[in-house]
C-alpha cells in the first residue's frame, strides 16, 4: 500500500497548479472587450431594424443587452449566453443567462434579447440580487410580422420589458421565463 509523502503531496499540488491556472476567472483577458462589441453590435441592429425601441431605451434607467442565447433540447433542454448591463449607455456589469427546462421539446435555437429596465427600483433590485430569474411579471414588447416593436399601453407601464429579436434555429417561439442571471467576470 503506497502512502502519501508531505513531499509527494506538496509536489502533487504544484504540479497541479500549472493546470488550475489555465481556469483563471477572467481578470487580464480580453472577455469584456468581446462582449461590448457584440453588445454594441447588437444595440446597432436594434435601434436600426426597430426604431421604436430607441424610445424605450431613452426613457429607461438600464439596459442589460445579450446578444446571443443559445438554446438546445431535447426532453431536457438548456440555455446560456453572457452580456452587459449598460446604465447611461456605459457598461457597469457583465451577466450571464442561464435556462433549463423539462418537457416535449426538441431543436435548437439561437436569439438575443434586452431587458430595459423602466424604473430604477427595478434596476436596483436586479443589480442586488444573486441570481435574479425573469418571472411571469415580466412584459414584452413584441415584435410584429411587418417586423415593427409593438409596446402596449400595459407594456409601456411595466418596470421591466423585454424585447426578443433575431431568432434563428428549429425551436418554436422564445420566452425569458426562467431565466436566471448571474453577475460574472468575463
Same mark, same amino acid.
Given at each position: 500500500?503506497?502512502?502519501?509523502?508531505?513531499r509527494s503531496?506538496?509536489l &502533487?499540488g504544484?504540479?497541479?497548479?500549472?493546470v &488550475?491556472a489555465?481556469?483563471?476567472n !477572467?481578470?487580464?483577458?480580453?472577455?469584456?472587450?468581446?462582449?461590448d462589441?457584440?453588445?454594441d453590435?447588437?444595440?446597432?441592429?436594434? @435601434?436600426?431594424?426597430? $426604431?421604436?425601441?430607441?424610445?424605450?431605451?431613452n426613457?429607461?434607467?438600464g439596459?442589460l443587452?445579450? $446578444?446571443v442565447? &443559445?438554446?438546445a433540447?431535447?426532453?431536457f433542454?438548456a440555455?446560456y449566453?453572457?452580456g452587459?448591463l449598460r446604465v447611461?449607455?456605459?457598461?457597469?456589469d457583465y451577466?450571464?443567462a442561464?435556462?433549463?427546462s423539462?418537457?416535449?421539446?426538441?431543436g435548437?435555437?439561437? @436569439?438575443a434579447?434586452?431587458?430595459?429596465?423602466m &424604473?430604477?427600483?427595478a434596476l436596483e433590485?436586479?443589480?442586488?440580487?444573486?441570481?435574479?430569474?425573469?418571472?411571469?411579471?415580466l412584459k @414584452?414588447?413584441v415584435i410584429?410580422?411587418?417586423?415593427t416593436?409593438a409596446?402596449?399601453?400595459?407594456t409601456?407601464l411595466? $418596470?421591466v420589458?423585454a424585447?426578443?429579436? !433575431?431568432q434563428?434555429?428549429?425551436q418554436?417561439?422564445?420566452?425569458?421565463?426562467?431565466?436566471? @442571471?448571474?453577475?460574472i467576470i468575463?
Amino acid at each position: 500500500m503506497n502512502t502519501f509523502s508531505r513531499r509527494s503531496f506538496a509536489l &502533487t499540488g504544484l504540479a497541479s497548479l500549472g493546470v &488550475t491556472a489555465a481556469c483563471g476567472n !477572467g481578470v487580464g483577458s480580453n472577455g469584456a472587450q468581446e462582449i461590448d462589441a457584440r453588445v454594441d453590435n447588437t444595440l446597432d441592429y436594434l @435601434y436600426s431594424n426597430h $426604431p421604436n425601441s430607441v424610445d424605450l431605451a431613452n426613457k429607461a434607467t438600464g439596459i442589460l443587452v445579450m $446578444p446571443v442565447v &443559445t438554446e438546445a433540447g431535447f426532453g431536457f433542454g438548456a440555455g446560456y449566453g453572457r452580456g452587459a448591463l449598460r446604465v447611461n449607455d456605459v457598461t457597469v456589469d457583465y451577466y450571464s443567462a442561464t435556462k433549463g427546462s423539462f418537457g416535449l421539446q426538441i431543436g435548437a435555437s439561437q @436569439y438575443a434579447h434586452v431587458l430595459f429596465f423602466m &424604473t430604477q427600483g427595478a434596476l436596483e433590485e436586479f443589480r442586488r440580487s444573486r441570481g435574479w430569474a425573469a418571472g411571469a411579471d415580466l412584459k @414584452y414588447a413584441v415584435i410584429d410580422e411587418g417586423q415593427t416593436l409593438a409596446a402596449g399601453t400595459t407594456t409601456v407601464l411595466a $418596470p421591466v420589458i423585454a424585447v426578443i429579436f !433575431g431568432q434563428a434555429g428549429l425551436q418554436v417561439g422564445a420566452t425569458l421565463e426562467g431565466v436566471k @442571471y448571474s453577475r460574472i467576470i468575463p
